[in-house]
């Protein structure tokens, strides 16, 4: 989804819709309102008065734009330039009057097309410029408005202020950009600065005649364009195999993740490596489907697998492709020794019958539910010698607040984070460092990740 489908709705209602998209410089309003125009606008529909770059410059930075707004739509309205026009056109010293008539040219010019929408970028700047000739900026901003009504154009104003103004009353929407400071929980062996990030936000402050049904979006402008992501929609589905596709392994000692890009960012994971997945607040059952595109790949690729479940993953053998290749093993007893013995027995039968080194995913939660961190620790320092030794591929998935988050961040080859954002899910790396990545599914069972720049 590019722009929200209230903005769809919002535009779609009536002729003459005015909307002001507010933000701190760099949030992303231009490109949004680029977006808008490409949604909303016929071909060479579109018209920019620009107080910043001209056309050559506009199309270098935002090529995709060309077919919307042509270099003939581009008015170049820089102050030098705006006051000039001005000037010739009031024949001497420009009055109120001069610059409602340099407006309805503008106006005259997008009459005859089909479903206009005019982009003011910024509007902060050019009311800087005319400010001495107009001196009542609102009854000017609200003559403006009204002419657009009229005349059945949109027209959307890009504004610089974060702070509340009279336009925000005139017009019928109002929108607002910017970056928000994402913090992860800290933990004693995670530095909050190792969980630091930043991401990018599209709030619906005001939109008349539309029920705004989500009033906040991630969004990110990844690729030069902009594009908001809907929430992702709670599925307790964590059945194995079905109609993921088959990843090949990147190299001959990675596993494939399962997911294209995150084996872009990691590599894959190595033989005898440990993994870590965080699961923060909020995300509930919907990281299921990293584990089972984890779990289902390895399984494609002549794998066994063996799943501790954490706590609430609910997964019959029955339901699992394969079953024969695939054990889930319940943490019981009082003896975590004696417990983690068979454990490894298990492991080792299911390492003969594929031949090769098996995946084993753990829930840490409830490991330390069933037995207590402090047997945990005990018992630790063997698997971890017993993965390297075999050469096994090892993901523990732990939970937020977890004491066992101290002990995974110090064995960890990679470690990654997932968080609920927006009613959305992302996913980050500590070990290797990474940005955000919004995740979102496609096709119904492939993860999609993209970066939330």
């Known amino acids: 989804m590019r722009i929200p489908a209230e903005i769809h709705r919002f535009f779609d209602i009536v002729e003459g819709q005015t909307l002001l998209i507010k933000g701190l410089p760099g949030t992303g309003k231009t490109t949004l309102a680029f977006e808008i125009l490409n949604e909303m606008c016929e071909k060479r529909n579109g018209m920019y008065i620009s107080t910043r770059v ?43 009057d001069t610059v409602l008539d340099f407006f309805r040219v503008l106006f005259e010019d997008v009459e005859e097309m089909e479903s206009p929408i005019i982009v003011f970028d910024s509007w902060d700047a050019l009311m800087n410029y005319v ?51 994402i913090a992860g929980t800290p933990s004693s062996a995670v530095r909050d600065s190792m969980r630091t990030r930043y991401a990018r936000e599209i709030r619906l402050e005001k939109l008349r005649g539309v ?20 929430p992702c929609v709670e599925e307790v589905d964590a059945r194995i195999g079905g109609d993921h596709m088959r990843i090949p392994d990147p190299t001959e000692d990675c596993a494939s993740t399962g997911i294209p890009q995150l084996d872009e ?7 005898g490596s440990c ?11 919907r990281y299921y489907h990293i584990l089972t595109a984890l779990a289902s790949n390895a399984l494609k690729n002549g794998r066994a697998v063996c799943i501790i479940p954490s706590i609430g ?11 024969t290749n695939v054990r889930v093993v319940q943490p019981q007893g009082d003896d975590i020794v004696s417990w983690g013995k068979e454990l490894i027995g298990i492991w080792d039968e299911l390492r003969e019958r594929s ?7 753990i829930g840490m939660d409830a490991m330390e539910f069933a037995f207590g961190y402090r047997q945990l620790l005990n018992i630790a320092n063997r698997l971890i010698n017993q993965w390297k030794e075999t050469n096994d591929i090892n993901l523990l998935v732990v939970k937020t607040g977890q004491e066992s988050i101290n002990m995974a961040i110090h064995v960890a080859d990679t470690y990654f984070v997932v968080n609920e954002l927006n009613g959305g899910l992302c996913i980050y790396g500590v070990i290797p460092r990474t940005e955000l990545y919004n995740m979102s599914m496609e096709g119904g069972s492939r993860i999609c990740l993209t970066p939330i720049v």
């Not at 029920?211 to 809907?230: D, K, N, P």
């Not at 031949?355 to 995913?361: A, D, Q, V, Y």
């Open 54 to 96: 001209d056309p050559e410059r506009l199309y270098r930075t935002f090529p995709w734009i060309k077919e919307i707004v042509p270099p003939r739509n581009v008015v170049n309205a820089t102050q030098s330039k705006l006051l000039q026009t001005l000037r010739d056109i009031a024949g001497g010293i420009p009055t109120y």
């Open 131 to 181: 400010s001495p000739i107009i001196k009542e900026q609102q009854s000017f901003e609200q003559n403006i408005c009204e002419f657009a009504r009229d005349m059945g154009i949109h027209m959307i104003f890009v504004s610089e202020s974060a702070d509340l103004m009279p336009l925000d009353y005139i017009v019928d929407g109002v929108v607002y950009m910017e970056h928000f400071r």
């Open 211 to 230: 029920e705004i049904l989500q009033r906040t979006f991630t969004a990110t402008l990844h690729g030069g364009r902009f594009q908001c992501f809907t």
């Open 265 to 271: 960012i990691t590599g894959g994971l190595r033989y």
């Open 275 to 285: 993994n870590v997945l965080e699961i923060n607040h909020g995300v509930g059952k």
């Open 313 to 323: 993953y609910q997964l019959s053998p029955r339901e699992i492709f394969v079953p």
């Open 355 to 361: 031949g090769r080194p098996i995946l084993n995913i």
